[in-house]
């Protein structure tokens, strides 16, 4: 596969339950197969940057706790545990390829902030000239802007967070692996004759009420968010797709252009 003269620097991000199972433990399967997906695009020319969740829940796992944790602090803990357990298998797989990983975790303020923002800019740079793959996430144990919702929300959630960071890395792509395969014009679970919208050129509002509201099926962490973080790459000149990360093969159609998931189309 020849690789598109207007994609260069791609950023994937994986959500929780792409990540992990039912029982909370990690999904080596689909781990595994994201590793070995970026790896081979890597070989091919593209730069990549993966946004990763999942500290909190693999952390309340490793914690053998026996439900996710509801206590702010306890919610830190588990995911400091997490995301020293993700980036150890991370490091593991992507080594198996040749290729070396960086964590990178953020907070509102390392985005909000304009010198922050520009030394952060420099970092992803230096990591993407050494070839290196960084792996993002939000600093969960000491921002509580995702975890504790409405105080001081600048990222909130890490499809917001993969769209600030592909606007930081001047990315040319955005993928949002996901649970769904993209924005249906209904829910798909109550309606069967519901039907995948392969293509928005704009968000408009009738797009966003489509989209529902928070405790909905598409609520917070769901097509809302989605359709925030899909707005601010538009707005930066990024296209973003949405898909299934069960698929992890379909990364490949989605550089080619092909119709896969929802795409955004760059502003």
């Known amino acids: 596969m020849n690789k598109p003269c207007r994609y260069r620097r791609i950023v994937v991000k994986v959500g929780t339950s792409t990540l992990t199972r039912e ?10 197969h994201l590793a070995r997906a970026l790896s081979d695009l890597k070989g091919m020319g593209y730069e990549i940057v993966l946004v990763s969740s999942g500290a909190i829940g693999i952390g309340t796992k490793k914690l053998c706790l026996a439900e996710r944790p509801t206590e702010l602090r306890m919610k830190q803990a588990a995911a400091a545990v997490g995301q020293c357990m993700m980036m150890h298998v991370y490091d593991k797989l992507f080594a198996e390829y040749n290729r070396t990983v960086a964590q990178i975790l953020l907070t509102g303020e390392d985005v909000d902030s304009p010198i922050r923002a520009e030394h952060l800019h420099n970092t992803f740079e230096a990591l993407l000239e050494l070839g290196v793959i960084p792996v993002v996430n939000e600093n969960d144990s000491v921002s509580s802007a995702e975890i504790e919702t409405g105080k001081c929300k600048v990222l909130g959630d890490n499809d917001t967070l993969s769209a600030m960071v592909a606007r930081l890395c001047g990315a040319d792509l955005l993928i949002l692996l996901s649970d769904i395969d993209g924005l249906y014009d209904a829910d798909p679970r109550t309606h069967p004759g519901a039907k995948l919208i392969h293509r928005v050129e704009t968000i408009t509002p009738q797009l966003r009420a489509m989209a529902g509201g928070t405790g909905t099926w598409r609520g917070t ?3 809302v968010t989605k359709l925030n973080a899909a707005q601010l790459a538009m707005d930066a000149g990024i296209e973003m797709v949405i898909t299934n990360g069960e698929n992890m093969e379909a990364i490949y159609d989605i550089v080619e252009g092909k119709d896969v998931g929802t795409r ?3 502003l």
């Not at 029982?23 to 595994?32: A, I, Y």
């Open 264 to 266: 955004f189309a760059a």
């Open 23 to 32: 029982t909370g433990s990690l999904n080596l399967h689909n781990m595994e």
């Open 221 to 223: 962490g769901g097509m």
